[in-house]
């Protein structure tokens, strides 16, 4: 079956500017994941959802990020005011439920000039 | 320091090598063990799950000492696609489960 998808891909923006990374978890999962990875460096937990609402945020690094599932599947993370210590690869993962294995997503590349 | 600690290599070994990998975390909380392997530019996906028993999938092995706070993973007769990044994972169990990633340890096989 379809695995989780990231999109976009690849994006670049400038200091500044707003962006928003989506996220299509597994059909079915209701735990969702965002986690950042910069290079060099394992993924770093920024935010846990357990359907429509954010249960843990305590990874985001500071009040210009911002996530929603406002349906309980489709996440979108926010990053207001990009600095380019944003850039990042942000991965997505989803599982059925806490307990469960976390199906990464193939990530999105931001890079912020 | 982080909570969860790896030797980033690289580690270069020929084919059909013997090859072991060992991570240390930190919190005495964390009651999930994993490794996970990340081929270049790919996302991250479990290899296996660690427990104080010890455990084997095929050429791999893994240990965990808890007293010591240690994990291992061990590759046996190491193939050219065993070259990769490989993650040492910890997760409490708390309301999210989530994963605490150490930076990963770098493998690289030749022929």
């Known amino acids: 079956g379809a695995g989780v998808s990231q999109t976009p891909s690849n994006k670049v923006t400038e200091k500044g500017k707003y962006v928003e990374l989506r996220c299509d978890p597994i059909s079915g999962h209701t735990a969702l994941y965002w986690y950042r990875q910069s290079l060099g460096q394992g993924p770093e937990f920024l935010i846990y959802?357990?359907?429509?609402?954010?249960?843990?945020d305590s990874g985001l690094p500071n009040d210009r990020f911002f996530a929603v599932r406002p349906e309980g599947s489709v996440s979108t993370l926010k990053i207001q005011r990009t600095e380019r210590g944003d850039s990042a690869v942000y991965l997505c993962?989803?599982?059925?439920?806490?307990?469960?294995?976390?199906?990464f997503g193939p990530g999105t590349r931001l890079t912020v000039t | 320091r982080k909570e969860v600690e790896q030797d980033p290599g690289p580690f270069n070994v020929p084919e059909g090598a013997t090859v072991a990998f060992n991570c240390t975390y930190s919190n005495s909380a964390s009651q999930s063990f994993f490794w996970y392997r990340q081929d270049c530019r790919k996302e991250p996906k479990l290899l296996m799950s660690?427990?104080?028993s010890g455990n084997e999938d095929g050429r791999f092995t893994a240990q965990l000492n808890r007293a010591s706070q240690y994990i291992s993973l061990l590759i046996r007769d190491s193939k050219l696609s065993d070259s990769a990044t490989y993650l040492c994972v910890v997760s409490r169990m708390d309301s999210s489960y989530k994963l605490i990633f150490g930076s990963g340890t770098r493998l690289l096989v030749r022929p």
């Open positions: 959802f357990q359907g429509t609402g954010a249960a843990d």
């Open positions: 660690v427990y104080s």
């Open positions: 993962a989803s599982s059925p439920g806490t307990s469960y294995e976390q199906y």
